[in-house]
């Protein structure tokens, strides 16, 4: 039977995931530690933004900061997630070549982790948790277990953010930015109702012991009995890349990075900005541009979405930086992407870009 090193800690949401997280991808990727299951249980109150988005559009700062919520930006996509104390984390770091396993793309990592813990949610304690696709567990249209995913070198990533205690509704809405095109063909529209937690379902406290079982029979149910949990700790050399993640991705530099402040901020005084949003199957796709004389002087591209590689979102840019505000050339530049082999854009389509991308062209002014 094949083992998973699996370590429990108490770090807040937002440190585990811009130090802890990609120390641990660091270490299997670097060869100096195994596969990994990880269960964290936040030790305080905090929140993220996606790696591709604009924190600034995405979570209100300054309510933040008068609540004292400590905001971060991760280095994985997906959007702004708020993680309460006592929430907590399910990540999956595998090396599937090296384990023998089929998960080779994140499209395939969604659908098996969370049925899993759909499915062992159900065989615990009798919720009615279901997989929707592309990557949440819902429970009668509330969402339970949200996740992201990062799929670099052969490494695997899925983080399963479960929703153990019940967060203020208040707070959620009024730290989260939601834009009205992402919430759109959604049953219910405001945030703090679209989500529950396993306390509120359950009505009684979740333990530690309660997280840990949980834990164990989503992996049992992930890999048909075939691989086990052993008890580790992190390496020596985890422990090093945990401290040089401190340091880099709590710096404001970093924080900013994919904002306009930062990024635009170079950008011709007569430039004209307009934003074009387009919700599709994998989440809120944004595209931010300066355009003058009918060419697109600068662009950014941003969003909740998945894509693999992460900077392929840079090679959009680049690629039409320059070029005129016309859909057939944006068309022709993402065809050209869209079939390179490293190139997997699940739930992302060209359409949706032309989509956004149309809607800037029609824009002289204004915001999405």
Known sequence: MKKLRFIKCDYSYADFSTSISPAVEKGLDSGVAPSTVLLNVFSTDSITSGYLDDPEK?????????AGIVVRRR?????????????AFLCLYLNPKELGISLNNIKEGFKVSLTAIAEALNQLWGLDARYRPLNDVEIEGRKVVPSSA???????????LINVVNTDRDVLRKAIITNPVKVQDKAIKDIGQRFTSLENELGRKITADDLEELSR??????????????PGELTEEEGDYLKQYQATYNSEDWFYGNSERVRFAQAPAD????????????GLLRVTLLSKDGLIQDLIVTGDFHPSPYRVTLDIEDALRGKPCDEQVVREELEKIYA???VEMTGIEIEDFLAAFSKAFGQETGSC
């Open 271 to 282: 430039a004209v900005k307009s934003e074009g949003c387009q919700k599709a199957v994998a």
């Open 58 to 66: 995405s979570i209100d700062l300054d309510y933040c900061a008068e």
């Open 150 to 160: 990062r799929l670099e070198s052969g490494i695997l990533t899925l983080r399963l």
């Open 75 to 87: 280095q994985n996509t997906g959007g702004a997630v708020f993680g309460p104390k006592g929430g």
């Open 217 to 230: 029979v989503t992996i049992q149910k992930m890999f048909g009995g075939e691989v086990s949990l052993a």
């Open 340 to 342: 390179r082999p490293d």
